[in-house]
């Protein structure tokens, strides 16, 4: 069974542009969760989608957006990069609402904003 | 109230010795607690996970103890390996309308041969 697959792995982009992450959950999985891993800060809840929807933002600004697809895959966008977005991003799923089931992440989007 | 505080920050452990990592909590509307390992370059990987209404779970060399009256949980590594050198993560979940995986801020073990 194919695991969480994020892509690309690295991306490097200009202060002041925009980044799409990607992302496509294990098989059969509906509950899709994005977290930044900023160095020294530990993992930070950014998004959740389920079923098409927005179930919950983290604390971050507006600039930061998602959306998951009919197929349940979901993209990441971050706008008007920033130099603290710097960061590894990681994508989790599960296959329904809750961590309470087994969750798994992908390997992650390494952004660095020059 | 969301945080949950882990400690120690690193630790050093020999091979074949005990290695114990602490997490703590507030909010009791927690009721799911995993522990992820994470290797450098890797996303993390659910290692072992605990609800409160038992007081330990052990699968292989991994142990966690949860103290519900405390608030307090931990992660034993019997015989500890250097294949286990990584960092590890402590996290929460209510599993609740907010559905958040509230991490702590990491353990990086070094398993010295």
């Known amino acids: 069974e194919a695991g969480v697959t994020q892509s690309p792995t690295h991306l490097i982009k200009t202060r002041g542009q925009q980044a799409t992450l990607r992302c496509s959950p294990i098989?059969?999985?509906?509950?899709v969760y994005w977290y930044q891993q900023a160095l020294g800060l530990g993992l930070q809840f950014l998004l959740w989608?389920?079923?098409?929807?927005?179930?919950n933002r983290g604390n971050f600004p507006p600039r930061f957006s998602g959306r998951q697809f009919p197929n349940y895959s979901s993209e990441l966008n971050v706008n008007a990069l920033e130099l603290e977005d710097s960061a590894l991003y990681l994508c989790a799923s599960s296959p329904r609402q809750g961590w309470n089931t087994e969750a798994f992440f992908g390997q992650g989007t390494r952004l660095t904003v020059v | 109230q969301q945080q949950v505080k882990q400690s120690p920050q690193s630790l050093i452990v020999q091979k074949g010795g005990i290695s114990i990592i602490n997490c703590a909590y507030e909010n009791t509307a927690f009721d799911y607690f995993p522990w992820y390992q994470q290797f450098p370059g890797k996303g993390p990987a659910l290692l072992i996970a605990?609800?409160?209404?038992?007081s330990e779970k052990k699968e292989g060399r991994f142990t966690i103890s949860f103290n519900k009256s405390a608030k307090q949980f931990s992660l034993h590594i019997m015989d500890s390996q250097p294949g286990d050198s990584a960092t590890y993560f402590c996290a929460a979940s209510d599993g609740g309308a907010t559905n958040k995986l509230i991490f702590g801020t990491g353990t990086l073990l070094a398993v010295q041969p």
């Open positions: 098989s059969g999985h509906t509950s």
């Open positions: 605990i609800r409160p209404d038992v």
């Open positions: 989608y389920d079923e098409g929807e927005e179930r």
